[in-house]
């Protein structure tokens, strides 16, 4: 009768956690119990990453049905603005850990103040983005080792992605600034709406529906941007009338150039740090790129497919990076890394079993997406190799988050440049076309970098230095 009634008390306590993550109960993560801290953020970062990568899932699978050249154009143009991807995540990372850290500290009004000058930053950033995409959308394709097919097709879609990026740049921005107050739940809100607006009007716009014309792989983009932007109206609405914690006004945009310097300061090393990766995976796609669209549409998929179940790990590894700047800013230091060991252990878990799933599993995953042969072959035999490191990119992506969180993004970006630039890329090269080992060469070339990587960055992390980083 004991064992019984202690489990319906555990149920419901675990149903009672749940419930409260899922609708963003304020909570102070310096004083909850570790594990309920890393549970209650999680949660709502888990479904947030998610949700970010049913938008490639979403896409690839209605674009999947328009041909080897439209899958590729999503490839390449991935490839390029995983660019973007990295100033908006830089940026977000810098707002993450000045606003987790004046909470940790108290300071809600600095706290809301950094949100706001960090959205100043990222809007200058955005309009510099947006006219070099919408110029040299044709030139970008070519330089990425289209052909004249893919760049006819691709302009368009490019055009669209790149003009649109704000959306982007303020969806990750935002959700950092929640991310950092411990507002987890907001954020992940914004992607359901996003994605629900997306769900519905990419298939409406690829296709046509009533009197709407079918735009084809342009109507993708379509979709996306316009999706992305309703996800932005909701996080805006929210931090101008919402009750969260942090509550924008006016006055808090006037600029602010100390703030905005120490803002860039993080953030141009965070930038760095993802830009040094995002290249490497560039690179990575021009030499598959070369083995024809089978190989390239095939590493689109598999790419596609990885993103989607290795964001719960980054959004636990999200959870983590709050949990160490508001506990450094309240002065816990050691609760901060005995967070940061916690979170790591959950996210190896969970990625020994998608590692299983990918291994067994692979055929029936991608098959979902793409009935291709060719491009069903190579997506499952790229995510077989590269899911056998999982255990290490699970852990791996827990402390260079971490790192991020104490402010330190430099001790990430210089792991990134050794093992991406001076090993990953030539060894891929190496292996794909030296050795003869084509495409395979380079999923193996990720799989080894990616768990130096890992290896790397907890021998760092173990140091100790990151405790003593001031923002």
């Known amino acids: 009768m004991l064992s019984n009634k202690t489990n319906e008390l555990s149920l419901g306590s675990l ?51 328009l041909g080897q050249e439209a899958i590729s154009t999503v490839g390449l143009t991935e490839s390029v603005l995983a660019i973007v991807y990295s100033i908006a995540i830089g940026l977000s990372m810098a707002a993450t850990a000045m606003v987790a850290r004046r909470v940790g500290e108290k300071n809600i009004e600095e ?17 510099l983005i947006s006219i070099v995409g919408v110029v040299f959308a044709p030139q970008i394709l070519g330089l990425m080792g289209a052909n004249e097919a893919i760049i006819k097709v691709g302009t368009p879609y490019m055009r669209i992605v790149f003009g649109g990026n704000i959306v982007v ?30 769900i519905v009007l990419c298939p409406t716009l690829i296709y046509g529906f009533g009197p709407i014309p079918a735009f084809g792989l342009t109507g993708a983009a379509m979709a996306t941007t316009i999706g992305r932007g309703m996800g932005v109206a909701y996080q805006l609405y929210h931090l101008f009338t919402g009750r969260g914690m942090l509550r924008f006004k006016m006055s808090h945009f006037i600029p602010d150039w100390v703030l905005l310097k120490a803002l860039f300061d993080i953030a141009w090393t965070g930038t760095l740090q993802f830009l040094i990766g995002s290249a490497s995976w560039i690179f990575m796609a021009r030499i598959v790129a070369t083995f024809g ?8 998929v598999a790419i596609r497919v990885i993103m989607f ?10 959870a983590a990076a709050t949990l160490v700047g508001q ?10 890394e005995k967070s940061v060991w916690q979170t790591a252990q959950y996210s190896a878990i969970f990625m020994l079993l998608v590692s299983l799933l990918f291994f067994f599993g692979g055929d029936y995953i991608v098959g979902f997406l793409n009935q291709d042969e060719a491009v069903k072959a190579t997506a499952v035999h790229a995510l077989r190799i ?44 190496l292996l794909a076309n030296h050795f003869g080992f084509g495409e395979t060469g380079v999923f193996w070339a990720i799989l080894i970098a990616e768990t130096s990587i890992a290896i ?14 001031k923002v």
């Open 293 to 300: 669209s089978a190989a390239i549409a095939g590493y689109t």
């Open 456 to 469: 790397t960055g907890v021998i760092l992390f173990k140091r100790g230095r990151w405790k003593e980083i």
């Open 327 to 336: 506990n450094l800013g309240a002065q816990q230091p050691e609760r901060a």
């Open 111 to 127: 706290a809301t103040k950094t949100g706001a000058q960090a959205i100043l930053l990222s809007t200058a950033f955005s309009v």
């Open 169 to 198: 740049m303020f969806l990750f921005l935002i959700n950092g600034i929640f991310r950092g107050a411990g507002d987890a739940s907001m954020a992940m809100h914004s992607l359901w709406i996003a994605n629900a607006f997306n």
């Open 386 to 429: 590269m899911s056998l490191g999982y255990v290490f990119y699970g852990v791996g992506m827990v402390v260079t988050s971490s790192f991020n969180g104490a402010g330190d993004t430099k001790t990430p970006t210089w792991i990134n440049l050794f093992c991406f630039w001076f090993f990953q890329i030539p060894m891929a090269y």
């Open 309 to 318: 179940f290795i964001l719960p790990a980054w959004g636990m590894s999200n």
């Open 15 to 65: 149903f009672s956690f749940f419930k409260q993550a899922l609708n963003g109960e304020q909570q102070d993560y310096t004083s909850l119990s570790i594990r309920r801290a890393i549970f209650m953020l999680s949660i709502p970062m888990i479904l947030e990453m998610c949700m970010e990568s049913v938008f490639a899932l979403v896409d690839i699978f209605f674009v999947g049905k």
